[in-house]
């Protein structure tokens, strides 16, 4: 992996030096910075896909991988298409959505956003690219194991453009009507986590309980994948928060330093409550379940405050979303991986924080002057009232079009995004992938039961016995006819 970073180091800085003049707006360190960066998002997603598979049951580990990565390839389509030009055309004149300018990316290599005023258009339409492309693959661990793939496609690409676009274009765009009131979300706090938690909320409701649930505990599967996602996750926010400076920058220093202040510290206070509340040893689960609460919650304000004060945006919202997590609970939401839990509560918490302890000493660097904003803490009363209105606007919007668009999905003839009660017992590995994550897997208790074998085909074996790797019992298996 490090050699991949360095290698590719080495290229983006050769080719930002030949693509540069003395004339040109471009500036060669900040190609290679934001080329590096995008490497690193996009190692989130994967990361997101082994993240949350070890969270899940077994018999649908794979199903979620594939469904993270489907909804990273849609929202690929969608952003070449129009979804970049929607979000981020700098010639249009609404405050609410851009136009098709840049449709089919036309003309991203001669340009400048001026949002992004050193790097090509095109570097910076691949950069956000990889934050749009990740945000749906967040919202659906919310159904992992009831939610079907092609209607998951079709609910990504309408939702990507009716609900992601828009709000990207309020917060990060420069005639955006969040940007204009000064909104402070730097790197996605409410664009990106608010957005996927409450999406994931709705499709929750919506979906309906799992046909066992509340019958039984659900147990994760595999921590070892979920150590192995943390730690890619965490590894590419470097890229998620540093890289929105969009320059190699003071900025891109604080705000990739406060990402892993503010990992370490969330992910210490949740092993902690884990210890002192649910009576566990020093759960790894638990620390990385912080980890990525932290990271959410100083999404929004890395680039503007102080990196000593990540340590709150890594303490607090990570006592917050654990007692989140267990009103959910609570209130009966079937909300499988905690989405609303950790990514709502936990981006719009870290929004308010932002209010709270954004400072002009940050967020003066590179900016216009008198055009920066700052909290509490720098005695700019007006900015949590502001925050909580963009945690409002995100909030509204995003809940009324999920709800709308599921509606939508589910009308569409054999689209229904809920899966049968006999995909969802067997599970969606078998039922939807027809492939395992491992060599076989017992998937049904009837008399004669049926397996997933090493090369991924169904088989049948008339035995009610677990099969094992180290032998144990001899069962004949015969193709699934």
Not at 204 to 216: E, F, I, P, Q, W
Not at 237 to 263: C, E, H, K, Q
Not at 297 to 306: D, N
Not at 323 to 337: C, E, G, I, Q, R
Request: with cysteine; hydrophobic share 50%.
């Amino acid at each position: 992996m490090l050699k991949f970073i360095a290698v590719l180091s080495l290229v983006s800085v050769a080719f930002a030096q030949n693509s540069t003049t003395p004339e040109s707006p471009l500036v060669s360190g900040d190609i290679s910075w934001i080329l590096i960066s995008s490497a690193l998002v996009f190692i989130q997603i994967p990361g997101l896909g082994l993240y949350y598979s070890g969270l899940t049951e077994s018999k649908n580990s794979l199903s979620v991988l594939l469904s993270v990565m489907l909804a990273a390839a849609v929202v690929t389509m969608q952003w070449v298409l129009f979804g970049y030009s929607l979000a981020f055309s700098d010639t249009s004149s609404s405050n609410f959505i851009g136009n098709f300018q840049y449709a089919a990316l036309l003309n991203t290599l001669e340009v400048v956003n001026p949002v992004a005023g050193t790097i090509p258009a095109a570097l910076f339409a691949m950069y956000q690219l990889m934050f749009a492309a990740i945000t749906p693959g967040l919202a659906i661990g919310a159904v992992a194991g009831r939610m079907r793939l092609m209607p998951m496609m079709i609910f990504v690409f309408l939702w990507t453009t009716i609900v992601y676009d828009p709000i990207a274009y309020w917060s990060w765009s420069g005639n955006g009507f969040l940007h204009g009131i000064n909104v402070m979300d730097y790197a996605g706090g409410s664009v990106v986590h608010l957005s996927s938690g409450v999406t994931g909320l709705v499709l929750a409701l919506m979906s309906g309980k799992r046909t066992d649930y509340g019958t039984r505990t659900y147990e994760i599967h595999n921590p070892t994948f979920v150590y192995i996602g943390t730690m890619l996750l965490w590894f590419g926010w470097n890229g998620f928060n540093g890289g929105s400076a969009v320059s190699a920058s003071t900025r891109a220093v604080g705000a990739a330093f406060a990402t892993n202040i503010a990992a370490s510290a969330g992910g210490l206070t949740m092993m902690a409550m884990e210890a002192l509340v649910n009576k566990k040893r020093f759960s790894a689960v638990g620390f990385c379940n912080g980890v990525v609460v932290a990271l959410v919650a100083i999404t929004p304000g890395s680039g503007f405050v102080q990196p000593g004060m990540a340590i709150l945006f890594g303490i607090l919202p990570a006592i917050t979303c654990f007692y989140a997590v267990k009103l959910v609970h609570y209130f009966k939401v079937d909300d499988v991986l905690e989405v609303s839990a950790g990514h709502g509560v936990g981006g719009a918490f870290g929004m308010l924080l932002t209010g709270l302890f954004a400072q002009h000493q940050v967020t003066d660097i590179g900016a216009t002057p008198g055009s920066s904003t700052a909290g509490w803490v720098d005695r700019v009363w007006i900015q949590v009232p502001v925050q909580l209105a963009g945690i409002g606007a995100v909030l509204l919007w995003t809940a009324g079009w999920t709800a709308i668009i599921i509606f939508a999905v589910n009308l569409i003839p054999g689209m229904k995004m809920r899966c049968h009660k006999e995909a969802e017992e067997m599970g969606l590995d078998a039922f939807e992938v027809g492939e395992a994550s491992y060599p076989y897997i017992p998937v049904a208790s009837s008399e004669t039961d049926s397996i997933i074998g090493r090369s991924g085909s169904m088989v049948k074996v008339t035995s009610q016995e677990t099969l094992s790797d180290e032998g144990g019992i001899e069962v004949v298996c015969s193709p699934r006819p």
